[in-house]
């Protein structure tokens, strides 16, 4: 029987401007893979918000589904969030990109307001009660205070979304590239990634990071 670690990742997409950041997602399964842990990729099986074009920016007259697209980075092995077992993991990762604001939250179109998709709620709710730590990159940080009353995470130096985290009653540290932030109390494990201007190089120390402690606060 493996004594490996076994890490739940959750994607929101494909692609930064309409799902998950690409290098965030497949760096954080590299990282879990070198530290010698196990990953299981999932997704919500829903519509993304909407479509992008990559190249223009402009937004696309057609519709994706989240899990399809998010199966691209998991080759195809991946599962619907919905039948995500907190029993089978030890612990959460949430990669970044404008999916986890528009697929796996309201963020991006309602601030302070916004609401979280109930798989991705009960996902925090379930691994936070059985004590298994989250960690959580670029803007995906957003969500925690939103479920968890004064959790501290940090997305860099962003005014505006450090304003919601704060309104929301969560605390903010500063943070810069490469630096991860530990909320000891709620076992959350932070780190800002493409929220600052970075290199892949730096992405992939950052998430080797994160990884790390995750992994290490998993026990």
């Known amino acids: 029987m493996s004594n490996k670690k076994?890490?739940?990742v959750v994607l929101s997409g494909c692609g930064v401007y309409d799902g998950a950041e690409i290098h965030e997602s497949v760096l954080t399964l590299l990282a879990i893979a070198r530290s010698g842990a196990n990953y299981r990729v999932f997704a919500p099986d829903a519509d993304q918000y909407h479509?992008?074009?990559?190249?223009t920016g402009a937004e696309m007259p057609e519709k994706r589904n989240v899990l399809v697209e998010a199966a691209r980075i998991a080759r195809g092995n991946i599962s619907p969030l919905s039948k995500l077992d907190v029993q089978s993991f030890d612990a959460l990762i949430f990669p970044g990109g404008f999916g986890v604001a528009k697929n796996l939250s309201t963020?991006?179109?309602q601030g302070v307001g916004f609401t979280i998709d109930n798989d991705v709620k009960q996902a925090i709710n379930k691994f936070h009660v059985s004590g298994k730590p989250i960690g959580v990159m670029c803007?995906?940080?957003v969500l925690i205070p939103k479920i968890l009353d004064g959790a501290e995470?940090?997305?860099?130096?962003?005014?505006?979304?450090i304003n919601v985290i704060e309104k929301m009653n969560g605390r903010h540290k500063i943070a810069s590239q490469g630096q991860v932030v530990i909320d000891h109390r709620n076992k959350i494990i932070s780190t800002p990634c493409y929220m600052?201007?970075?290199?892949?190089?730096?992405?992939?120390?950052s998430t080797q990071k994160l990884v790390d402690k995750v992994i290490e606060m998993i026990g």
């Open 6 to 8: 076994e890490i739940a």
């Open 51 to 55: 479509v992008v074009n990559h190249i």
């Open 107 to 109: 963020f991006a179109t």
């Open 139 to 141: 803007i995906a940080p």
């Open 153 to 161: 995470v940090t997305v860099g130096n962003d005014t505006g979304t």
């Open 196 to 205: 600052l201007d970075a290199r892949i190089d730096e992405i992939a120390d």
